[in-house]
């Protein structure tokens, strides 16, 4: 299919495409491996999580940024068809996509594009997945250490994290779309997460992600992967890619990795002032 190389600002009605779009066939293959020797998840002593889809809700706004995008340029896909590629990098998806006659310009300009238009448009939807600033708390508690590795770049990683609750300061290591030149399901991003943890590759450290391509990078990486169901996957597409173990979402991993309730906060001080004692209820109501 022919792509319009005329202006996006031409006013001309988008014509929709008659036929079915190009998509190439995903093939997760089954891994053996977790399996056939099934992980000790309380001997966990690191967790690297991925962050879109993982502990913010951005899944679904990002498929319908990418279908507005592509119609823009008389590709019409449903959100199910995009869906087969949540998690991957903008240019391999396009790849995926995309007959081989559209040039690497073109598709730098979609990509660029998409950017754009997701964080004026999509991005004031994405929320936080529940329970994820507990969570967080109750890995370091349980002395895990905890790091990200997620393909997108740092302005907009800080820009999650203020959504999900989590200053920057709570992960031991981070690795974002910013340090790698290569994207999931590549391991480089994992990688550079251990490296910065001066750790290297055990079944002691658990990767999490919502899609089929975090757990191929953890495979390949050579730690234990483990999917969440808030990217939309299903936990058979999740198990077919490797998933030792598949939870709910995120805050589910502390039933998984059997870590200890979070210690109740102390009391207010029953011998202060009244105005201050009123301070500290809010305060604490404010921070269950």
Known sequence: ????????????KTKKVSRRPH??????????????????FGRTRVVIFDVEGTLVDSAFPTLLCWQEI????????STAELHHFSGLGSADMLSCLLPADVDTATRKEMASR???????????????????????ERLKAADIQVALATITDREMLD??????????????????GSD????????????????????????RIVG?????????????????????????????????AGCSAVCKDAAALALLLDLPEAKARPAADKTLPQDQLTGARTSSSAHP
């Open 1 to 12: 299919m022919a792509l319009n190389k005329t202006s996006k600002k031409t006013s001309r």
């Open 23 to 40: 998509v190439a066939t995903v093939h997760h293959k089954p891994h053996d491996r977790p399996h056939a020797d099934p992980p000790s």
């Open 70 to 77: 592509l119609r823009e340029y008389q590709f019409d896909f």
């Open 114 to 136: 998409q950017e754009e238009l997701y964080k004026t448009k999509y991005l004031p939807t994405v929320t936080t997945l529940p329970r994820i600033p507990a969570l967080i």
């Open 159 to 176: 820009h999650y994290l203020g959504i999900a609750g989590c200053a920057a300061d709570l992960f031991d290591a981070v690795a974002c």
């Open 180 to 203: 790698a030149d290569r994207t999931k399901p590549d391991p480089q991003l994992l990688h550079i997460a251990l490296r910065r943890l001066s750790l290297r590759a055990s079944p």
């Open 208 to 240: 999490v992600g919502d899609s089929p391509y975090d757990a191929e990078a953890a495979l390949a990486c050579g730690i234990v992967p483990v999917g969440v169901l808030t990217g939309y996957f299903s936990r058979p597409d999740l198990v077919a």
